[in-house]
């Protein structure tokens, strides 16, 4: 694993596909910085990193020529290493709000955004960026962070932090080409925030209305049983949680 550190950025994510068109660049090479300038998540939400407390990294990953349509997998494979390695750390009530952030108890403590590359009509290269509070125990934008430290009273390494998380990245992307990927599927839908509890969301029109979480179809849709008992799927800008 390439390992390249970097004092500041604007997004790790931007910085590897640069670099990707400049140079041949091994699996799991990884840029890691300690501030992200213009850090972005899922529909552009921005992310919020004090310099130097947290991980903020991205992670490439070249493919022979994977299907479009398992590009979801690839979400699972991320959300699934980190909620892995925070246990590993005995961080309590780990869960994964759909699509990828991932949550202790009802805080958020990371947020993962895939990019992927196109060759063709399938993904030749993927790039996991990975924001994760590590060391950070005052958040002033964001009212339902939280963060390792603040959860365990711990000051955290972040290279070995970092290590843990691409070595189960690397486990769970093997499972996903080795065609474990029922197992991966059910993994992800077992650890799903609120899955069969009635919950609150909101259509882009700004309605609420309430359902169940079923799910996650094999695209990535959400699947939402409501009151007529009928599932109906839901993409990402076509519905949010609020709780």
């Not at 660049?25 to 998540?41: A, H, I, P």
């Not at 189960?168 to 197992?183: D, Q, R």
């Amino acid at each position: 694993m390439h390992i390249i550190k970097l004092d500041a950025t604007d997004s790790t994510n931007s910085y590897l596909k640069n670099l990707i068109r400049q140079h041949s660049l091994v699996d799991f090479t990884s840029v890691m910085t300690d501030q992200q300038l213009n850090g972005k998540g899922q529909m552009g939400a921005s992310w919020e990193s004090e310099p130097g407390k947290n991980l903020t990294f991205s992670t490439l990953k070249k493919f022979d020529m994977l299907e479009v349509s398992d590009a979801f997998l690839l979400s699972i494979c991320a959300s699934l290493a980190v909620a892995d390695v925070l246990k590993q750390f005995a961080i309590p009530d780990v869960h994964v709000k759909w699509p990828n952030d991932i949550l202790s108890g009802r805080n958020k403590i990371c947020g993962i955004l895939v990019e992927n590359l196109l060759l063709g009509k399938r993904i030749n290269t993927s790039i996991f960026g990975i924001g994760l509070n590590v060391n950070q125990t005052v958040f002033h934008t964001v009212s339902n962070a939280t963060s390792m430290k603040l959860l365990l009273g711990t000051t955290f390494n972040l290279d070995d932090v970092h290590s843990l998380i691409v070595h189960e990245l690397k486990k769970h992307l093997a499972n996903m080409v080795a065609g474990k990927s029922s197992v991966l599927r059910i993994r992800y839908e077992q650890q799903l925030f609120r899955k069969n509890r009635p919950s609150t969301f909101k259509d882009p029109d700004g309605n609420s209305f309430v359902g169940i979480i079923r799910g996650v179809s094999e695209a990535g849709k959400l699947r939402i049983e409501q009151d007529n008992e009928a599932i109906r799927e839901y993409g990402l800008k076509q519905v949010k949680l609020l709780y």
